[in-house]
């Protein structure tokens, strides 16, 4: 039977064991045993896909894992602790002293500081590339660039780049292309359907979508992975068994619950579109928005997130904030409930005012993460928060 890869979110998992459940167990174990030398003997020279250790692998990791890749179209694929080890373990299999990234410039602060803190103290240079302008990426290109790095949309400023573009240049010069598709998710974007070699999520966002657990992945081609997961199995940045279980469980709701936020971040960006405390809201799939014709070539929905900039600056949204009656403050985002952010002082206030600048990151920049409320719940809060900035 041919099955919609939203049915197989729901419908793949761990082979039942002999007590027959129904939900899929938790394999919550740091070894496997064998049942004799030969079959251990086998496992460790990989003659055998027997589990060895949970920090190689395991049937609740691989679980999530195996529903991932089906979303994305991958072939394979490792699960890592968090987000941020996903960018780094990806970074590391695939870079060397020597070798050179092109990324674009608008990037997750703590994405940044590996790129220009860490990366050039191990020989690795990197440039950055203008989300505006694609024609300029392939200047950027050296004969030591091995990886293209981008996300879309970009955090915080919901930039969106042309992942069919940016694929044929990756694929004409031999460039590995690494996408972080975290703000979209596989319901409304795949990457690899553009060119994409490798594919990231920080797990802890929309695919938990409930502010739980910390998690990532990485998939792509098989032969790619073999390479990440060698060096994971090596370094040790595997995901738990319970947090897997959480996310494999999470998977099953991803396309409803990312429906809903689309639903609600659409009608607030269209009610917020105007406001007289407002210079601009950016939201993917408002017509206003730059690259709104990438937007509607690529994406399925406009996604879960929107920004606006307020007039008043860092005052103003330091009022706007202390206002909020229902909305959460908080660092993360996909989450169930609603939440504001002021990106020029938290996520991204390790970049100076000039690399703030230059990715759209205004004093006055507010980003929203919309919920699963009742949008009129919603709205009404950040209405009546604007009104006292």
């Known amino acids: 039977m041919s099955l919609h890869r939203n049915t197989k979110a729901v419908r793949i998992q761990t082979k039942?064991?002999?007590?027959?459940?129904?939900?899929t167990p938790m394999f919550v174990t740091s070894s496997f045993v064998f049942d004799n030398?030969?079959?251990?003997?086998?496992?460790?020279?990989?003659?055998?896909?027997?589990?060895?250790?949970?920090?190689?692998?395991?049937?609740?990791?691989?679980?999530?894992?195996?529903?991932?890749?089906?979303?994305?179209?991958a072939e394979d694929g490792f699960a890592f602790s968090t987000g941020m080890a996903a960018v780094f373990g990806s970074f590391m299999t695939f870079l060397k002293s020597g070798d050179?990234?092109?990324?674009?410039?608008?990037?997750?602060?703590?994405?940044?500081?590996?790129?220009?803190?860490?990366?050039?103290?191990?020989?690795?240079?990197?440039?950055?590339?203008?989300?505006?302008?694609?024609?300029?990426?392939?200047?950027?290109?050296?004969?030591?660039?091995?990886?293209?790095?981008?996300?879309?949309?970009?955090?915080?400023?919901?930039d969106v780049v042309d992942l069919e573009a940016i694929g044929k240049l990756a694929k004409k010069h031999n460039i590995?292309?690494?996408?972080?598709?975290?703000?979209a998710t596989p319901i409304l974007q795949r990457p690899i359907e553009f060119g994409a070699d490798l594919v990231l999520h920080s797990a802890t966002k929309w695919m938990d979508g409930q502010g739980r657990v910390l998690g990532g992945v990485v998939v792509g081609k098989k032969e790619l992975i073999r390479e990440l997961y060698l060096f994971c199995r090596n370094t040790g940045p595997s995901?738990?068994?319970?947090?897997?279980?959480?996310?494999?469980?999470?998977?099953?709701t991803l396309d409803v619950r990312m429906q809903r936020h689309c639903d609600n971040a659409e009608a607030l960006a269209k009610k917020l579109e105007g406001h007289p405390k407002l210079n601009s809201v950016k939201y993917p799939f408002l017509p206003s928005h730059p690259a709104y014709a990438v937007a509607k070539k690529q994406?399925?929905?406009?996604?879960?997130?929107?920004?606006?900039?307020?007039?008043?600056?860092?005052?103003?949204?330091?009022?706007?904030?202390?206002?909020?009656?229902?909305?959460?403050?908080?660092?993360?985002?996909?989450?169930?409930?609603s939440i504001a952010s002021h990106p020029a002082s938290t996520t991204h206030s390790k970049l100076s005012a000039a690399e703030q600048q230059a990715v759209g990151i205004t004093p006055g920049l507010i980003r929203i993460s919309v919920g699963l409320e009742y949008?009129?719940?919603?709205?009404?809060d950040i209405l009546q928060a604007l009104d006292k900035c």
């Open 299 to 337: 994406m399925e929905r406009g996604g879960p997130l929107l920004t606006f900039e307020l007039k008043g600056g860092l005052e103003a949204g330091s009022k706007f904030l202390d206002a909020l009656e229902l909305l959460s403050l908080t660092s993360n985002l996909g989450d169930s409930r």
């Open 239 to 252: 995901m738990s068994p319970f947090n897997a279980w959480v996310l494999t469980k999470s998977l099953e």
């Open 375 to 380: 949008i009129d719940d919603i709205a009404n």
């Open 16 to 23: 039942r064991s002999d007590e027959m459940e129904h939900s």
């Open 100 to 158: 050179h990234i092109l990324s674009c410039a608008s990037v997750f602060g703590s994405t940044h500081t590996l790129l220009t803190k860490y990366m050039p103290k191990w020989g690795i240079e990197y440039s950055y590339a203008d989300v505006n302008d694609i024609s300029s990426w392939e200047a950027l290109i050296k004969p030591n660039t091995k990886m293209i790095y981008l996300e879309t949309p970009t955090n915080p400023g919901l």
């Open 176 to 183: 590995l292309l690494n996408v972080d598709n975290c703000f």
């Open 37 to 73: 030398a030969e079959e251990m003997r086998g496992a460790f020279s990989e003659e055998n896909d027997s589990n060895i250790y949970t920090r190689f692998s395991n049937p609740t990791v691989q679980e999530f894992i195996d529903k991932v890749c089906m979303l994305e179209g």
